[in-house]
């Protein structure tokens, strides 16, 4: 029951929303990720048949669909701000998709509600209005009325973004479960790392309208195959710094370590660097030194995030463990280890290894 | 309570009083024995109230035509203005189309012209289509008249029920109009009944325009140039007078209290959170 999307273009106004788009997403979940205005949305009212495509066709089970309307498909849809029927109860939200299928057994209707309900948490909250509920479960609701009716196509969009963090932990470490019974492709957009990490399904990243990268989500932040994929899986943000190759070594900011592979002098690269990868003791590594000025330190408790000023005016994160006091204002030296340094090519954003040591390793 | 809080009290209760008097003056007066009315010390309130000006008033020649007359003409206005202005106030809201600034633009002013100024053309218009001294043609101006203020009301109803809503019933199975039956409507109805409310005390209320249109045909009248007539009728009857404007108030009155806690109700919930 896979969903194909086949050379999907969407323009508005003159300006390109989703470009060539050709994804091939087979039964069971789906991660969509990419930053804000990568197109997410759009490309899920695509494939719900909410907006049809400017060019291209939506495939699901072999059936062109493109020019079917949204009521006639077989698609169940999560939004980000969380949509129920607000003069209708909880109870009557859920049996909605279910009353509208004709195929659906009516006799069946109260005890698939219900079976839903304890799944998603609420079956308590049966008789109350979406009003009458928090955020975390008007979504828990809009999410039930989704599952209620087993659909060949279940799309959710960012439907955690909206809640507080707590609420948004809890709800991710249930969802995944809930998903194992669907039936059908299930295609779930986020914005965040940890989300397409914890769900560990296959993942389509999407930038500036194009499909970026599909892959599996840890090995696509273990080995970026490209700078804007590291950047769209990295949460905290990756530090870059600029650098350049040299005889066989790449320099950056006064310091240098071996290049991965061989590589042209003067090749231009970015070098990206996780904050937690980023320490102020050496620990006995032949590490990279940068000498830094230290400017602020943000304590969320189990970590302590210290901005550092280095020179050439770079802004460099670094994700100290526990919670730590500094001075702003003083001198640091922040150590880095070549081996967990990313390096991408300048123009084209492509990974050019992991880094000198795994290079010499495997090399 | 604090001395803010118990100013702000009397100042209601200044408000309130102020407000109240003359229609509980009309309603008091309308009870009174001719007697009472013209004491030279007025009382507050009946001494013996009598039901006898309300005999007089309802007995009086031609009030139930006009009584008739008026329910007719408002309430066809009303129901043609909220048909049309759901509308409109759909396309404008929901739908994307050249000329929809216009439009709006266009409805704001034509709320914004004073009635009065269409007196002249709207007679000139009913004289040269041979409409004068017709309820039809009092039904259309009263439509007219209501029509901009429902279409402003309505569309800022509809803009506050997220698109979303409507969309998340066309996934589920709705088609367009079973998705605005089943979840926009059940919203809108407090918008519903304010725009209905106020449609029907405009239209109800309206003496200027009957004045004008209606001229040799005495049947055709509404209550409000009935009322105005009445001193002729009945000489110096202020009894009757004032039951026959009781009896002119009390509809408007009744549709008050019938919606107001619908459209109070509408305006305090809200429909979607988040």
């Known amino acids: ?363 | 309570m604090r001395a803010g809080g118990i100013a702000l009290n009397a100042a209601a209760a200044a408000v309130l009083v102020v407000m109240i008097f003359p229609v509980y003056w009309m309603f008091a007066t309308a009870f009174k024995p001719a007697a009472e009315i013209q004491a030279e010390t007025p009382s507050l309130w009946p001494a013996h109230p009598t039901l006898e000006h309300f005999a007089a008033a309802v007995g009086a020649d031609g009030f139930w035509t006009f009584w008739r007359n008026s329910l007719a003409v408002t309430g066809a206005a009303v129901l043609l203005a909220l048909a049309v202005s759901l509308l409109s106030a759909f396309a404008v809201a929901r739908m994307r189309w050249r000329g929809r600034g216009a439009f709006i633009v266009m409805v704001f002013a034509a709320q914004m012209a004073p009635w009065e100024a269409l007196l002249v053309p709207m007679f000139i218009i009913a004289r040269d289509t041979e409409l004068l001294d017709s309820l039809a043609m009092l039904t259309g101006v009263y439509f007219m008249i209501t029509l901009p203020f429902t279409i402003v009301t309505l569309r800022g109803f509809l803009a506050a029920i997220p698109v979303e809503v409507e969309e998340a019933a066309l996934v589920d199975g709705c088609t367009r109009p079973a998705a605005f039956r089943r979840v926009v409507f059940p919203l809108l109805a407090p918008g519903l009944m304010a725009t209905s409310l106020f449609g029907f005390i405009t239209a109800w209320n309206e003496f200027a325009f009957v004045n004008v249109l209606i001229i040799k045909d005495q049947d055709k009248r509404t209550l409000p140039v009935w009322l105005s007539s009445f001193r002729d009728v009945f000489g110096t009857d202020w009894g009757a007078t004032m039951a026959a404007a009781t009896l002119f108030a009390l509809p408007v009155l009744l549709v008050f209290l019938f919606l107001q806690r619908r459209v109070g109700a509408g305006m305090i919930t809200g429909a979607v959170k988040g």
């Open chain 1, 1 to 363: 029951m896979a969903l194909i999307l086949d050379g999907v273009h969407v323009r508005q106004r003159g300006e390109s929303w989703l470009d060539d788009i050709n994804l091939e997403l087979p039964d069971g979940m789906t991660t969509l990720i990419g930053p804000v205005a990568a197109g997410k949305t759009t490309l899920m009212r695509v494939a719900a048949g909410l907006l049809p495509p400017t060019e291209g066709r939506v495939v699901v089970d072999g059936k062109d669909v493109t020019s079917i309307s949204v009521r006639k498909r077989s698609v169940a849809f999560v939004y980000q701000q969380f949509i129920n029927y607000p003069s209708l109860t909880v109870y009557e939200n859920i049996a909605s998709p279910l009353r509208l299928e004709p195929s659906f057994p009516k006799e069946g209707i109260d005890r698939r509600v219900r079976e839903v309900a304890e799944l998603m948490g609420i079956g308590d909250l049966l008789r109350r209005r979406p009003a009458e509920l928090s955020g975390g479960q008007q979504q828990r609701t809009a999410i039930a009325r989704a599952l209620a009716r087993p659909a060949d196509v279940l799309l959710l969009d960012e439907p955690l973004a909206n809640l507080d963090y707590k609420l948004r932990e809890q709800l991710r470490a249930d969802l995944k479960s809930m998903f194992a019974d669907s039936p059908g492709t299930v295609l779930y957009s986020t914005a965040d790392p940890a989300e397409a990490l914890t769900f560990a399904a296959p993942t389509v990243v999407l930038g500036e309208g194009r499909v970026r990268h599909v892959g599996d989500p840890a090995e696509m932040y273990d080995r970026p195959p490209t700078l804007a994929v590291a950047a769209t899986l990295s949460d905290p943000p990756l530090n870059l710094l600029p650098g350049v190759v040299r005889d066989g070594r790449i320099e950056c900011l006064g310091a240098s370590f071996p290049a991965p592979g061989a590589h042209a002098s003067g090749l231009r690269v970015v070098l990206g660097v996780r904050p937690h990868q980023v320490a102020l003791e050496p620990d006995g590594l032949e590490g990279l030194a940068f000498p830094a000025e230290i400017r602020l330190a943000e304590v969320t408790g189990s970590v302590t995030f210290l901005h550092l000023l280095l020179a050439g005016g770079r802004h460099l994160v670094a994700e100290l463990p526990g919670a730590r006091l500094f001075t702003p204002g003083e001198p640091a030296t922040v150590h880095v280890d070549p081996a967990h340094v990313l390096v991408f090519d300048d123009n084209d954003g492509g990974l050019l290894a992991r880094s000198a040591a795994e290079a010499d390793l495997h090399g």
